[in-house]
């Protein structure tokens, strides 16, 4: 570990810690759907939007009535891009002549995008054409991300409200989330990408003449605008194979630290939102802290045994930490840091290949997905996802001082906590039970390239990234086949939409519920105390499940490598 | 009624039916209420088949006592309910003993000759003969007869009140005494319908229902086990991946010891111990519920009367007319006072004593006491030479018509005014029909109120003193008590409305009340304590009856109430943190020998794999029992904020919750070497 490592996670955590207040403050203003200074660009647009569509955004929706437009609006997206990649062959700005999807890479795909997971069975650049990225794909990359932050408005009503019956409109949330927020910002990332050597055009190639005098054909295409969104939204999906790693993708240290600061700069910005919405700020700074301090605590580890190195490999002679699979422009710090943001956010943009880590090094991106994305998190669904853990920690501690819970002044009652549970026991179930099925069939077992625990590691690798939406790809499996593809895809719809209702289905619970002040009799849910008890929730509740299936891959890997024993 | 006696948790006649009742109780139909323990169940039989017709080449003594642990799992859990239930049973049984114990002279049908019956074998239409100093048996109507009778204990008004036949003030309440005259009393409930009856029914366990927040908890250790079942059940699969496989019995002792088995088999009796600690306190509550609700409480109406000052008056100041000394009228006052017993009256003679410094220790010979009556209202004495009265300013004036023409009586009317202004109660004094002055009786502070106050302000309680008084002394009395807020001039309808709009504003509000136009605050109070000696409707409309009626306790029941839902949390977070050692334990005894490298996991250094396992099966087994008397007493408790208490209570069961099972499975790992078990 060096002196320009530190400083590097320094610098990172302070630049952030400073976004999240402005950030969250605009977030809020479009929670609130209060007017912002960009209403003079975009309102026209947002009117008619709503005037084409019929849509009367003063409608105050119910949870049930929120989750099925949410819920056919993402369904109908899907189905069209589906139908798109079918139908690539056929379709203009496919200037390389790409064929068309089959079946269940695009059904794979397709459910991929829409889930905000963005797993990529393909390769970018050789299977998809300019209009497949541009319309079928970065059109996710938008709405799936706005979806996602619109669902986490829902939640924070239901938080904010008192006695209430709705939970906002999900159309004028997404319409607001994407023209105010997701837009702007991109064209100003797009503008800093392409400034930064960023290619942005509708050619497919460029050839190029090497320095050895050789002649090579480069792939290259409208790749900024979508480097923007695919980091914003916590996407991922690449418009290259090799995703951050690929110059044309990250070009410089800069761009590499703008894309690590984009991945967190929403969710980060939401704690802030989360805290105004509920009338106390400090309420969202309690959740970041605790956010923080996972963040923080797996940044260490993975950067300490990536540094460290391998031990065998030292004993060849080879001195130093672990290069394998890194960019030697970004080197060990930047390319650990790089790997526990995408990992503790939804993200799944890589800048170094996961599956080259060392073991321990590339557990804590396995366990910070594993978590279900709740550190920092995923353009919404990060902060859902840790409200939920925070419903769980809030009861347990309830009754630990002798009073019914309550929560930024709602009463958490059994139905909250079953919904709660329900949210929460869909990952661990998905993840496990997949990765299980996987492992004894012949189709499951032909994916890993490796053997040993590096092998299930690669499997559960695989359905951990799909089922937390995170997209981010270990490699060394070969997920596309029939099997991988439609298990995958499966596990990607489950881990988005199944966690979703019961979660609308607690905002709305709450919304309806009349405020309780807090008295000196309701624990505080602010201090370190607070903060400390959700990371031991998060830690017990979200990670003790997964123990066994960590000691059989990586811990077992970690072990074997001490031994001299590498796979 | 005496408080009865606390029972040792652990006496045999009440372990050994426990201990029957625990076999009982694995009737699957009884044991789905708990879904963690039926899942113990369930694993327990499929390991007792396996044990016969498997063969997955673990050595069978082993395999024998994994199963005999399984089993005694479940029944440690079965036994701690019944257990429970059985100290619940006694408790009862002890309140119908207490129950019998008033006894009532029923009237024959000649209505002149009666016989005297336990008061719990009066039916609804006897009439019953109450003479002074007794306690009416049962709640009733007067149908002769006129006498007052000391309410005390229901109003907090010293005086007594005048009950009589025919009009309003025809209602009498059990457990008042009558202090003069005699009445009959025509009883207005059955035996077996009255709370008490009901209370019993609900503390043995008979009508317990699962409170909201049992439901909740039960929900969160569901949605636990199902994921550790998952978690297990998945482990099959990643060890064939490594080339291996790995016993169905191992397997079975894993989920046993992750699923939260020790909050699940203390659930139940912890919620009726939390009942029968309240019954132990002579408060009987309808519902679970209502005692989880007093947890909860965010604030507290309390009457003055009884609560904040002390029910009865004292003596503060005699002031004399112009004219007379202070030493005169406050040997009057002795005089007068001397054979009154009531609390007032004891007062006033110890004030004089004071004042004058006279020895006097009895009425001089011969002399005639004037007994309070209802009708008079005036007591006092005839000492052959002097007449001395005492009672309030207009019965003194009623009994002597000549006085209420003269400049004292004027004064004296003054006087009284003043002391009325700033809250004391005046009594006036004559001798011979001639005023002499008044005495000031005062309201006194209880002692160590303001403390309890304090706390509960620690506690996140506020607290609101209902009283008739005026502002004025109300505001003095506030200030004096360290009381939060008060509601002086208070009618029962400004008690309901401070009630609803409490709510309103999202608090629950505790109350206590005893009067029928107390009734409809005390349904409309989240918790509504009514005393026993309280009327029937105020009765029917709480939802707690405290049997000692003594409005103080609903500070206790407070504790109580977060007594019992701490101790759910504590076992729970005990129960939860616990995982993470046994996880040390099995994980490398189950994987070692697909990874012989897993076996650094082994921290605590257990001897063998078989070693291993069971300790882990066993301390998840005997850690129930020892925690029955943690979950039957409740954790300790004591008033402070939420933020030192949830420090606290973390530090010491959900860091003790980490610790404790690494040792315990060592040292059970220890012993379990030491005995050749594995």
């Known amino acids: 570990m060096t002196v320009q490592g530190w400083l590097l996670i320094a610098v990172f955590v302070g630049i952030l810690l400073a976004l999240a207040k402005p950030v969250g403050l605009w977030l809020f203003a479009l929670y609130e759907g209060r007017r912002t200074p960009l209403h003079a660009v975009f309102g026209p647009v947002e009117r008619s939007f709503y005037r084409l569509s019929g849509i009367n955004p003063e409608e105050d929706q119910t949870w049930r009535r929120y989750a099925v437009h949410m819920l056919v609006f993402n369904a109908l997206l899907i189905l069209m891009t589906y139908g798109l990649l079918r139908a690539q062959a056929l379709l203009p700005l496919n200037p390389q002549g790409h064929a068309a999807l089959g079946e269940h890479l695009a059904f794979n795909t397709a459910i991929s995008f829409g889930s905000n997971t963005n797993w990529q069975s393909y390769g970018g650049e050789s299977t998809m054409s300019n209009l497949s990225q541009m319309l079928a794909l970065t059109i996710h990359n938008f709405l799936s991300a706005a979806t996602g932050i619109a669902l986490a408005f829902a939640l924070f009503r239901g938080f904010a409200r008192r006695s209430a019956a709705g939970i906002g409109n999900f159309w004028a949330d997404v319409t607001r989330i994407t023209l105010y927020l997701l837009l702007p910002l991109c064209i100003v990332l797009t503008v800093f990408y392409i400034a930064s050597g960023v290619p942005q055009t509708l050619a497919g190639t460029i050839d190029v003449s090497t320095l050895e005098g050789a002649r090579q054909t480069l792939a290259i295409g409208p790749v900024a605008s979508q480097e923007a969104i695919k980091l914003l939204g916590t996407n991922g999906g690449g418009f290259f194979n090799a995703n951050s790693a690929h110059p044309f993708e990250n070009p410089t240290a800069l761009t590499n630290l703008v894309q690590m600061l984009s991945i967190f700069a929403i969710g980060v910005g939401l704690t802030y939102t989360f805290g105004k919405a509920v009338g106390n700020t400090r309420q969202g700074w309690a959740i970041l802290a605790a956010m923080m301090a996972l963040f923080l605590a797996g940044t260490t580890v993975t950067y300490w045994q990536e540094a460290a190195g391998n031990p065998v490999l030292h004993q060849l002679n080879a001195a130093g930490g672990n290069m394998e699979g890194k960019e030697v422009r970004f080197g060990i710090a930047a390319s650990a840091l790089f790997s526990v943001v995408t990992t503790a956010a939804s993200c799944g943009a890589v800048n170094a290949m996961h599956d080259s880590f060392t073991a321990l090094g590339g557990m804590i991106p396995l366990f910070n997905m594993q978590l279900g994305e709740v550190v920092i998190g995923g353009v919404g669904a990060g902060i859902y996802g840790f409200l939920l853990f925070a419903i769980l920690a809030v009861f347990v501690a309830g009754l630990m001082v002798g009073r019914t819970p309550e929560y930024v002044g709602k009463k958490i009652e059994s139905r909250e906590v079953k919904l709660a549970v329900l949210a929460i026991a869909v990952l661990p179930l998905t993840i496990l039970g997949m990765s299980a099925v996987a492992s004894v069939l012949p189709a499951g077992l032909a994916g890993p390239l490796n053997k040993g625990p590096h092998g299930f590691s690669e499997i559960l690798y695989a359905f951990t990234s799909a089922v937390a939406n995170n997209g981010s790809a270990f490699a060394g499996l070969s997920a596309n086949t029939p099997f991988y593809n439609g298990l995958l895809g499966v596990g990607m719809w489950i881990g988005r939409f199944f966690i979703i209702i019961p979660m609308l289905a607690v905002a709305g619970s709450l919304a309806a519920k009349k405020y309780t002040p807090a008295t000196a009799g309701s624990f505080p849910t602010t201090g370190p105390l607070w903060t400390g008890l959700l990371i031991g929730i998060v830690l017990i509740v979200g990670g003790l499940t997964f123990l066994p299936s960590l000691a059989l891959g990586p811990i077992a890997d970690h072990i074997a490598m001490i031994r001299g024993q590498l796979f | ?678």
């Open chain 2, 1 to 678: 009624m005496a408080r009865s006696d606390t029972k040792s948790l652990f006496t045999a006649d009440l372990i050994v039916p426990a201990i029957r009742d625990a076999f009982r109780k694995l009737d699957p139909r009884e044991l789905i209420r708990n879904p963690v323990m039926f899942t113990t169940a369930v694993v327990a039989i499929l390991l007792t088949v396996l044990l016969i017709v498997g063969n997955d080449g673990l050595d069978a003594g082993f395999k024998v006592q994994l199963v005999l642990w399984l089993w005694l799992t479940v029944l440690f859990g079965t036994f701690a309910e019944a257990l429970a239930e059985g100290r619940g049973k006694a408790q009862a049984a002890s309140l119908r003993a207490t129950k019998a114990e008033l006894t009532a002279r029923r009237l024959k049908g000649d209505g002149t000759r009666y016989d005297s019956v336990p008061a719990s074998q009066l039916k609804k239409g006897d009439v019953v003969l109450v003479q002074t100093g007794d306690l009416i048996p049962a709640d009733g109507e007067v149908v002769a007869g006129v006498a007052s009778v000391n309410e005390a204990a229901i109003t907090g008004e010293s005086a007594p009140v005048i009950r009589e036949a025919g009009g309003d003030r025809s209602a009498v309440t059990a457990g008042t005494r009558v202090i003069s005259d005699e009445i009959r009393v025509r009883v207005s409930v059955n035996p077996g319908q009255g709370f008490l009856d009901r209370m019993i029914a609900l503390v043995e366990g008979a009508e317990r229902q699962k409170t909201p927040n049992e439901i909740a908890l039960t929900l969160l250790l569901v949605g636990l086990t199902i994921i550790f079942l998952i978690a297990v059940a998945t482990i099959p699969g990643f060890a064939a991946y490594a080339g291996g496989s790995v016993p169905v019995s191992i397997l079975a002792a894993l989920l046993i010891t992750l699923i939260p088995t020790t909050i699940a088999a203390l659930l139940s009796a912890i919620g009726i111990a939390g009942m029968d600690r309240l019954v132990r306190f002579n408060v009987l509550a309808k519902s679970g519920r209502a005692v989880e609700a007093a947890g909860d409480i965010d604030v507290l109406l309390l009457d003055k009367t009884g609560t904040i000052t002390v029910g009865d008056r004292q003596a503060t100041e005699f002031r004399p007319v112009s004219g007379t000394g202070v030493a005169e009228l406050a040997e009057a006052a002795l005089l007068a006072s001397l054979a009154d017993e009531t609390p007032e009256g004891r007062s006033i003679v110890v004030l004089a004593r004071e004042k004058v410094g006279s020895v006097m220790a009895s009425l001089p010979e011969g002399a005639q006491v004037i007994p309070f009556t209802a009708q008079t209202r005036i007591s006092g004495v005839d000492t052959g030479g002097r007449v001395i009265q005492k009672g309030a300013v207009q019965a003194i004036l009623r009994a002597n018509p000549g006085a209420g023409e003269t400049a004292a009586a004027t004064e004296l009317r003054r006087i009284t005014d003043d002391i009325a202004r700033v809250g004391g109660t005046p009594l006036a004094v004559a001798v011979d029909g001639r005023l002499l002055g008044a005495i000031f009786l005062k309201d006194i502070v209880k002692a160590g109120i303001r403390e309890r106050f304090g706390e509960l302000r620690a506690m996140g309680i506020r607290t609101v003193m209902i009283t008739g008084d005026n502002p004025l002394t109300a505001a003095s009395i506030a200030a004096e008590s360290g009381v939060d807020d008060f509601l002086a001039e208070a009618t029962p309808e400004d008690k309901l409305r401070l009630i609803r709009e409490e709510q309103q504003g999202g608090r629950l509000v505790a109350m206590c009340g005893d009067g029928t136009n107390d009734a409809p605050a005390l349904a409309q109070a989240d918790v509504g304590v009514a005393m026993n000696t309280g009327t029937q409707a105020a009765r029917e409309a709480g939802n707690m009856v405290d049997l000692d009626s003594d409005p103080t306790k609903l500070i206790e029941v407070v504790g109580l109430g977060k007594q019992l839902l701490m101790t759910r949390g504590a076992l729970t977070t005990f129960s939860v943190a616990n995982d993470v050692a046994k996880y040390f334990a099995i994980i490398p005894a189950m994987f070692v020998a697909l990874y012989p490298g897993l076996g650094v996991l082994n921290v605590m250094g257990l001897a063998s794999s078989e070693s291993a396992i069971l300790s882990a099966i066993i301390f998840n087994a005997l850690i129930i029992p020892c925690l029955v008397p943690l979950a039957l007493r409740g954790v300790a408790y004591r008033p402070m904020g939420a933020g030192p208490l949830l420090a606290r209570n973390l530090a010491i069961y959900g860091l003790g919750g980490l610790v404790a099972p690494f040792i315990g499975i060592k040292l059970i790992d220890l012993a379990v070497g030491g005995l050749g078990l594995a």
